[in-house]
């Protein structure tokens, strides 16, 4: 109960947290976590990032004046608590829900986002863009950008960094580390980072303290106007961050309010001209035993209990998409050794983490770095490996130029596997699968393959080992499958052919992917009306069944495709083709189902189908309205 708190409960902005004094904010961080443990217990969602930066979260809003600072969080997963500080508190059991809280920073819900994320390592970008934007227009506010130690693997954070080191603008990048991805991190800034955290480079923890304490105290003996001379003798010298123009300071304890204040204090104060980094040591799912002590902190949950720690179990014994693929790579890889995998820092997700048990040489993480990833496939590819590079669609949109440029025009056979395709849930418009089918379907070379059911996703992996001369994409849901016997490693699909479900007369069905199983529903409601329907699974939207679809065209008054992914892509090269066979001048009434032309925000995803127009009900009527136009029932009746 929120009434139960001391200091929480006066609180719903900054401006009343700035009015605590210091000695309180320890326990004001304290009722902060508590309340998050609380809520996200009840809506699941990510909390170990959130726990990690309690104390820094409030030492934010305490020493910068918020909004009128602008306070950027990297991804946004970990922005729970500021929700709470920053007049969200009453919602925040509706995170992640419909109409309720975003789980991300998101501009349209509050002012103290000035700007929304979800996908990683965009922080430093955006914040030096307004830093910049801000000089232009003489204000004098300051920019923070906060990200994690995962998220600065990514090029994007390089490019930042590059560019805000040679400007003359100040910004301040806080680096959260927690030595946590959603995996372990991976790579050379790891190892730099935990360097620095040891002291094996520079200065050991309590040298840097008694470094800052020193400064502090010259400081505080000194006149106002020497917080820059802080910050020059705590910068410890020569680091990375140095060299490549930042003002380094650090590492700290994040946690430790009494070392976080003043030295967020005097960064806010110091007139230094150009970015500002204060690296900070957390512990990702502090304060909280279970998501300590758990081997991934307890990023992303389900909702559980808070005394014993346990989540909710999914319900579901059907086998999840991402496992199908996995077990079925394993397989594949026991026989050929040329098959390896990559992960952009998504083991977990993409199921990697289970071929990597069994072939730890032949699994790649390369950190949150998408468009690597890709091109580092590519070069796999020249040696004659066979790289599955599996990634969420969302996140490939990342690497389009690589895919464009790096495999599609030397035709390199990289297999894309592409989880979390169309709507995903609770994580909202910001990871949506809704492009891959567009942006992939419209390069040449590409072969696009969408499973509808997990069955049918074996036989494609299958197909996809001999797919040795081009690009090919199999993109499937997040998810479970529908609880089919799984073929052998040796069935496999004809690449261009689609397959008939059921026969019927008036209406053909072209469904791509999963929706095949409304399709059938809709097919049963529309039998019901006395209307016989064909059910096509076209499996490839690129390259097209162009026979089968065009016999279909030719024997049905009605052509409809079904897909879970945007307008271009599947249906709009059915209609091209139609359009260039001249099927329309026959009288052939078609139409595609796609997603529609918004981005729909957070749900459960069978609600975010019905708003996206996808599911039986919707296609069986939208079927019917082409039937029965206004004009022909008007016919029927005269
Ligand atoms: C471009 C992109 N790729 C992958 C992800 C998935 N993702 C979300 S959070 C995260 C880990 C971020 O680690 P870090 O920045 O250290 O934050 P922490 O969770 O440790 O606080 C990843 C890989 C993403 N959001 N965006
Ligand atoms: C914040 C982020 O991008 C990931 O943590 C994402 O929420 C994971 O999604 P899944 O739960 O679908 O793996
Ligand atoms: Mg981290």
Request: proline share 3%.
């Amino acid at each position: 109960m929120i009434q139960d708190y001391k200091f929480l409960k006066d609180i719903n902005f900054p401006s009343d947290l700035r009015k605590l004094s210091e000695n309180n904010l320890q326990e004001l961080s304290n009722e902060v976590r508590a309340e998050m443990i609380n809520a996200v217990s009840e809506t699941g969602g990510h909390l170990g990032a959130g726990l990690g930066v309690v104390e820094l979260t409030v030492a934010l809003h305490y020493i910068f004046d918020t909004p009128n600072d602008k306070l950027i969080w990297d991804v946004g997963h970990q922005t729970y608590p500021h929700k709470i500080l920053t007049g969200r508190k009453s919602k925040i059991k509706t995170l992640r829900q419909g109409n309720g809280l975003s789980g991300f920073t998101k501009r349209s819900e509050s002012e103290y986002d000035p700007f929304g994320a979800a996908h990683s390592s965009t922080s430093i970008s955006s914040a030096l863009g307004i830093a910049e934007a801000n000089k232009l227009s003489n204000k004098s506010n300051n920019v923070i950008a906060v990200i994690g130690d995962g998220a600065i693997s990514a090029g994007m954070a390089y490019e930042a960094m590059n560019n805000a080191g040679a400007s003359k603008t100040k910004m301040i990048v806080i680096l959260n580390d927690n030595d946590m991805s959603i995996a372990k991190p991976v790579g050379a800034m790891r190892t730099y980072l935990a360097k620095l955290l040891t002291g094996k480079v520079y200065f050991n923890l309590r040298e840097t303290f008694k470094l800052i304490m020193s400064a502090f105290s010259k400081r505080f003996s000194a006149k106002a106007g020497k917080a820059e001379d802080f910050l020059r003798s705590a910068v410890t010298g020569g680091t990375l961050f140095n060299s490549l123009g930042f003002y380094y300071v650090g590492p700290i304890d994040g946690h430790d309010l009494t070392t976080l204040l003043p030295i967020l204090k005097n960064a806010r104060d110091s007139k230094h001209q150009g970015p500002i980094m204060i690296h900070i040591k957390t512990q990702k799912g502090k304060g909280y035993s279970y998501a300590e002590k758990a081997t991934d902190h307890y990023h992303g949950v389900s909702k559980f209990d808070v005394v014993t720690g346990e989540q909710l179990k999914s319900g579901t014994n059907l086998p999840a998409y991402t496992k199908v693929f996995a077990n079925t790579l394993v397989k594949h890889a026991e026989r050929d050794s040329k098959i390896v995998g990559v992960t952009a820092a998504m083991p977990g997700g993409t199921g990697m983490d289970i071929f990597a048990k069994k072939f730890p040489k032949r699994m790649f993480d390369v950190g949150i770095a998408e468009q690597h990833g890709v091109t580092f496939a590519a070069g796999i590819a020249t040696e004659g490996y066979k790289p599955y590079v599996a990634i969420y669609s969302t996140f490939l949109q990342r690497a389009y130029d690589q895919v464009v440029h790096d495999v599609a025009i030397q035709s390199l056979p990289v297999r894309f596997i592409i989880d979390r395709a169309g709507l995903v849930g609770a994580d909202g418009s910001t990871h949506a699968g809704s492009f891959d089918i567009t942006y992939l379907s419209t390069l040449p070379n590409f072969i696009v393959m969408a499973p509808s059911d997990e069955s049918e996703l074996v036989k494609m992996i299958n197909t996809s080992m001999n797919i040795n001369n081009k690009p090919s994409a199999i993109r499937y849901p997040r998810g479970s499958g529908i609880g089919l016997e799984l073929p052998s490693i040796d069935e496999k699909v004809e690449i261009g052919k689609g397959r008939i479900i059921q026969e019927g007369k008036q209406v053909c069905i072209l469904s791509i992917g999963t929706r095949l199983e409304e399709c059938k529903i809709a097919s049963e409601e529309l039998k019901n009306k006395g209307i016989q329907s064909t059910i096509v699974d076209a499996r490839f939207a690129k390259p097209l069944d162009q026979e089968l679809i065009l016999k279909c065209a030719r024997e049905h008054e009605v052509m409809i495709t079904v897909e879970e992914g945007s307008i271009g892509g599947f249906g709009s090269h059915v209609e091209n083709l139609l359009s260039e066979k001249g099927i329309f001048d026959k009288g052939l009434k078609f139409r595609s189902m796609t997603l529609p032309d918004t981005f729909i925000e957070q749900d459960n995803p069978k609600k975010m189908y019905d708003i996206a127009g996808l599911n039986a009900s919707q296609i069986s009527k939208k079927i019917l309205d082409i039937l029965f136009t206004k004009e022909s029932i008007k016919a029927v009746k005269n």
